[in-house]
């Protein structure tokens, strides 16, 4: 079993910057993805950013240019450095990592006031 654990979530004013962190621990034989995926109250969970094993990384388009997804592969972490945050990012951001199988974390609140 792997474990996934979220840190970092909090409010913030918008413009603001949070930095969300993802320590995955356990029988962990091989990552080919981690990321993050938020979910809004009455929306669908979506994918926010995501590293393959390979380093290249995918963005939705509502954060490009604004979140950096990073990942240290000796701690098996993965970040997401989240500046010039807007209300419409509040959300529950979630941590999710695919290899043999699919894991999520538990969730950490990112609350963003205007």
């Known amino acids: 079993q792997v474990q996934l654990v979220e840190s970092g979530g909090g409010l913030v004013q918008a413009g603001g910057s949070l930095r969300l962190s993802c320590a995955a621990s356990g029988n962990i034989f091989s990552i080919d993805v981690m990321g993050w995926y938020r979910q809004a109250p009455g929306k669908q969970r979506e994918l926010v950013a995501a590293i393959i094993s390979g380093g290249r990384t995918n963005y939705a388009d509502s954060v490009k240019g604004r979140f950096t997804i990073s990942r240290d592969n000796a701690k098996n972490t993965v970040y997401l450095q989240m500046n010039s945050l807007k209300p419409e990012d509040t959300a529950v951001y979630y941590c999710?990592?695919?290899?043999?199988?699919?894991?999520w974390g538990q969730g950490t609140q990112v609350t963003v006031s205007s």
């Open positions: 999710n990592l695919r290899g043999l199988n699919e894991f």
